[in-house]
């Protein structure tokens, strides 16, 4: 079975460029996360979706940062435009929604925004 | 709001030492629990996860996990470490955060280093 596939892994873009990450989630998995972590931390959610509906998006940053996932299978993250402080790694996640439930990562995206 | 702790930042030990990570939560009421584990240019991979019964669970790789609730603990142990487990360990919990929904709270981490 296939895992969560993000792509790409590695983008280095100078700041005030735009950037998008993709994730495509395990098939059969209703609920789709967006994390953020930074150096040394551990992951922060930054939206869940629930097939299309995002149902938690309160520590996305509006200002800059949007998600979408159309026919609630893929998503992508869009950051526009980049800032230095954005540099991380960005996770996303899939489960089959509920509270006990298991969440898969996949590899993440590395952002250097220089 | 949710935070998990973690009291280790870097531990490193020799091959066939026993290992011990800590693992506290803020939480007071019911909550689901979960060891991930990152090996270098690897994923986050599930190690283990508490959701109710036996408070002490086993995991992939002999590694084990005692809940406690008085101490909203969940530590993780192994008795014996390999080379192979240098990674970096993440205990995170699955807890109400308002409005019917859930939300998954990672601590720090803690970076594993096995010296063989």
């Known amino acids: 079975e296939a895992g969560v596939v993000q792509s790409p892994r590695y983008k280095i873009i100078e700041k005030k460029q735009p950037v998008a990450f993709w994730c495509n989630p395990i098939s059969g998995h209703n609920t789709l996360y967006w994390y953020l972590q930074n150096l040394g931390q551990g992951p922060e959610l930054l939206i869940r979706y629930e097939n299309e509906e995002a149902v938690d998006d309160s520590q996305l940053p509006k200002d800059r940062f949007s998600a979408e996932r159309l026919k609630g299978v893929d998503s992508t993250l869009k950051i526009q435009p980049a800032e230095l402080g954005d540099s991380a790694v960005y996770l996303c996640?899939?489960?089959?929604?509920?509270?006990?439930?298991?969440?898969?990562f996949g590899a993440g995206t590395r952002l250097s925004v220089l | 709001a949710q935070s998990v702790s973690q009291h280790n930042h870097h531990v490193i030990l020799s091959e066939a030492a026993s290992l011990e990570l800590g693992c506290n939560y803020s939480y007071g009421g019911t909550v689901n629990l979960f060891w991930y584990v990152q090996y270098p240019g690897q994923h986050l991979q599930l190690l283990l996860k508490y959701f109710s019964g036996d408070p002490l669970v086993k995991g992939i790789k002999g590694f084990e996990a005692e809940f406690i609730k008085s101490k909203f603990s969940f530590n993780l142990r192994k008795p014996s470490v390999q080379w192979s487990d240098t990674a970096e360990y993440f205990c995170a919990v699955n807890a109400p955060s308002g409005a019917g929904s859930y939300q998954l709270t990672f601590g720090k981490g803690t970076k594993l280093s096995v010296i063989p």
């Open positions: 996640a899939s489960s089959q929604g509920g509270y006990k439930n298991i969440q898969y």
